[in-house]
T-cell receptor
Framework: DARVTQTPRHKVTEMGQEVTMRCQPILGHNTVFWYRQTMMQGLELLAYFRNRAPLDDSGMPKDRFSAEMPDATLATLKIQPSEPRDSAVYFC???????????????FGQGTRLTVV | GENVEQHPSTLSVQEGDSAVIKCTYSDSASNYFPWYKQELGKGPQLIIDIRSNVGEKKDQRIAVTLNKTAKHFSLHITETQPEDSAVYFCAARSGLGYSTLTFGKGTMLLVSP
């Protein structure tokens, strides 16, 4: 059963601490997305990788957020230092793309619910 | 960039009734329009999609219509069931360049038995 796996599912941390969220995309997928979901803003795209290279991270606050793909099976999203306004659900999604346009839909993980107190 | 508006934000129906959710988009270059269903504590899951070369698509009790001229598309659920209760998101993606999905704000659908 192919699925996107995110860890941890829940994270409570104090303001100022570093937070790392991990994502294992579906095997064979070459495109990874990070989204943030809040009641006010809905689903916002933070970063977008293809073949491990960042294509678009314009939605991400650069001063405290960073996204990487150390290898094809792992994507990470870090927040340092974390702030209460970062509290949200963070979703990773993966897909398959050849050429400019995706071949498949974006498959979402279960999300990481982050609470910064 | 693309802007997607979704209405209504909440929708309550009785079991067996139909439900309609509407979205508008701004980018005339958008050519792919998926709908996602998100249940409590889970990630969004694709339920149906439509491309700009098609005006309507059906899959059992759900259907999507697209009006490219007016730049709007709609999700129709017939014979609603309590398990249809969830948040539904529409999205749009441009056919130009390395584009990504832009989502609407979501519609919370509640189906009462």
């Amino acid at each position: 059963d192919a699925r996107v796996t995110q860890t941890p599912r829940h994270k409570v941390t104090e303001m100022g601490q570093e937070v790392t969220m991990r994502c294992q995309p579906i095997l064979g997928h070459n495109t990874v997305f990070w989204y943030r979901q809040t009641m006010m803003q809905g689903l916002e795209l933070l970063a977008y990788f293809r073949n491990r290279a960042p294509l678009d991270d314009s939605g991400m606050p650069k001063d405290r957020f960073s996204a990487e793909m150390p290898d094809a099976t792992l994507a990470t999203l870090k927040i340092q230092p974390s702030e209460p306004r970062d509290s949200a659900v963070y979703f990773c999604a993966s897909g398959l793309t050849s050429g400019r346009q995706p071949n498949t839909e974006a498959f979402f993980g279960q999300g990481t619910r982050l609470t910064v107190v | 960039g693309e802007n997607v508006e979704q209405h209504p934000s909440t929708l309550s129906v009785q079991e067996g009734d139909s439900a309609v959710i509407k979205c508008t988009y701004s980018d005339s270059a958008s050519n792919y329009f998926p709908w996602y269903k998100q249940e409590l504590g889970k990630g969004p899951q694709l339920i149906i999609d439509i491309r700009s070369n098609v005006g309507e698509k059906k899959d059992q009790r759900i259907a999507v219509t697209l009006n490219k001229t007016a730049k709007h598309f709609s999700l129709h659920i017939t014979e609603t069931q309590p398990e249809d209760s969830a948040v539904y998101f529409c999205a749009a993606r441009s056919g130009l360049g390395y584009s990504t999905l832009t989502f609407g704000k979501g519609t919370m659908l509640l189906v009462s038995p």
